[in-house]
């Protein structure tokens, strides 16, 4: 049983999403002046909101991909509160959009240092190159999630598609790294 309990924050879930429609993206921009559209640089639409505050990229294929939301349910949340504004702005999305996760970002805290020299020698599937990078980097097969370890302690874990997925790869890992005898506590 690990001595420490992992503190873990999710920074960032990126969802994709589709109407199901071709969309006029000039259209949206007459209606809301608000949005970032810049065709000759990038071909997607940026529509912020502030609450959830979030960036969804708008496509004329009618696809479109959230970012910056701290949890799944507020990705799900952004996407239908862009499609709700839309619809009120009288652009005609006729479905509603269908949300998938593709990808969380949290970071963690374990709270001890870790021997990364060691652990590098240790972990299956690890990659460590100080001289290029400061951070070993984990791939865990599952959940299939890279993990980015620091000789702090602390974590970037990414990949998870589930936020449970998270907690996994965070426990799994830790518990490896105690097992190894791989923590340093003050």
């Known amino acids: 049983m690990p001595q420490t309990k992992p503190i873990v924050s999710v920074e960032n879930v990126v969802a994709s999403a589709s109407v199901d429609q071709k969309m006029d993206l000039n259209e949206i921009t007459k209606t809301f002046p608000d949005v970032e559209y810049h065709p000759d640089q990038f071909p997607g639409l940026v ?3 502030k609450t959830p505050k979030t960036a969804t ?3 004329t294929s009618g696809k479109m991909v ?3 939301s701290k949890s799944e349910d507020m990705a799900r949340k ?3 509160t862009v499609v709700q504004k839309l619809r009120k702005g ?3 999305v006729k479905k ?3 949300v998938q996760i ?3 970002v949290a970071s963690i805290n374990l709270g001890g240092k870790i021997h990364l020299e060691q652990a590098a020698r240790t972990l299956p599937r690890s990659m460590y190159e100080p001289e290029q990078f400061p951070g070993l980097i984990h791939r865990m097969l599952d959940p299939k999630t890279v993990i980015l370890l620091f000789s702090s302690g602390k974590l970037v874990c990414t990949g998870a598609k589930q936020e449970p997925d998270v907690y996994r790869s965070v426990n799994n890992l830790h518990a490896l790294l105690e ?3 791989l923590m340093i506590y003050d």
Do not use: M, S
């Open 90 to 92: 009288g652009i005609k």
């Open 57 to 59: 990229l708008i496509f």
């Open 96 to 98: 509603d959009a269908t």
């Open 78 to 80: 952004a996407v239908k």
């Open 179 to 181: 097992e190894k005898n």
């Open 66 to 68: 959230c970012t910056g």
């Open 47 to 49: 529509f912020r909101l």
């Open 102 to 104: 593709q990808n969380i």
